[in-house]
């Protein structure tokens, strides 16, 4: 997991679900 990817996928409501950790990182 790329932490550009990481921003991109924290856009989609998926991303906290299959790593919470990028949620926390958006806020």
Request: glycine share 4%.
């Amino acid at each position: 997991m790329q932490h550009k990817e990481m921003e991109t996928s924290s856009s989609n409501p998926t991303c906290k679900i299959l790593l919470g950790t990028c949620h926390i990182r958006s806020t």
